[in-house]
Antibody, heavy 121, light 112 residues
Framework: EVQLVESGGALVQPGGSLRLSCAAS????????MTWVRQAPGKGLEWVAN????????FYVDSVKGRLTIVRDNGENSLYLQMNSLRVEDTAVYYC??????????????WGQGTMVTVSS | DVVMTQSPLSLPVTLGQPASISCRST???????????LNWFHQRPGQSPRRLIY???HRDSGVPDRFSGSGSDTDFTLKISRVEAEDVGVYYC?????????FGQGTKLEIK
């Protein structure tokens, strides 16, 4: 079964750090771009970051540049989001998703169940 | 950044009636490869989003044929020919043509 399972969400203080994980199974992980999308409580979806199949390229929404870093380990079939200097406005459910990439950009076809990050003092 | 504007934001519909959601972008979503990278997602309450339609009009397997996508360049539409109870939730358009990817605000469909 094709599946993405996120973990690592927690309550953290402003300025703190957290690392989210996303375990992939059922497909050739190293053949796909991967993405993180977040959803603040009661709000819409916001794309956060993408990473190329081999990890050599990544893109971010401006509001997280320099603070959040998307990383992947193809040997472990895992995607990560390293979150530093967290702000209250980073509070959200974070979803990992598969991006088919070239020829079908942004057509996220597989989504995880999400993991909740709460930034609060 | 490309701004995606959906309308309406709230859509009360009677069961069995049609529904339509508009999505407009501030820049063309046509890429040099000839594809138009406009996608539609559906999120039911308490669930993860699910892709419905990709590249404007390509319906995902398992998506009922009462759903259809159309449009071009900067102007797109998602139509449901006859709304069923399972169609409730929020619908999002999203562009994959330009970085950063951007979503519309979402349209909440409810049954009258």
């Amino acid at each position: 079964e094709v599946q993405l399972v996120e973990s690592g969400g927690a309550l953290v203080q402003p300025g703190g750090s957290l690392r989210l994980s996303c375990a992939a199974s059922g497909f050739t992980f190293s053949s796909y771009w991967m993405t993180w999308v977040r959803q603040a409580p009661g709000k819409g979806l916001e794309w956060v970051a993408n990473i190329k199949e081999d990890g050599s390229e990544s893109f971010y929404v401006d509001s997280v540049k320099g603070r959040l870093t998307i990383v992947r380990d193809n040997g472990e079939n895992s995607l990560y989001l390293q979150m530093n200097s967290l702000r209250v406005e980073d509070t959200a459910v974070y979803y990992c998703a598969r991006d088919p990439g070239a020829g079908n950009w942004g057509a996220f076809d597989i989504w995880g169940q999400g993991t909740m990050v709460t930034v609060s003092s | 950044d490309v701004v995606m504007t959906q309308s309406p934001l709230s859509l009360p519909v009677t069961l069995g009636q049609p529904a339509s959601i508009s999505c407009r972008s501030t820049q063309s979503l046509v890429y040099s490869d000839g594809n138009t990278y406009l996608n539609w997602f559906h999120q039911r309450p308490g669930q993860s989003p699910r892709r419905l339609i990709y590249k404007v009009s390509h319906r995902d397997s398992g998506v009922p044929d009462r759903f259809s996508g159309s449009g071009s360049d900067t102007d797109f539409t998602l139509k449901i020919s006859r709304v069923e109870a399972e169609d409730v939730g929020v619908y999002y358009c999203m562009q994959g043509r330009h970085w950063p990817y951007t979503f519309g605000q979402g349209t909440k469909l409810e049954i009258k």
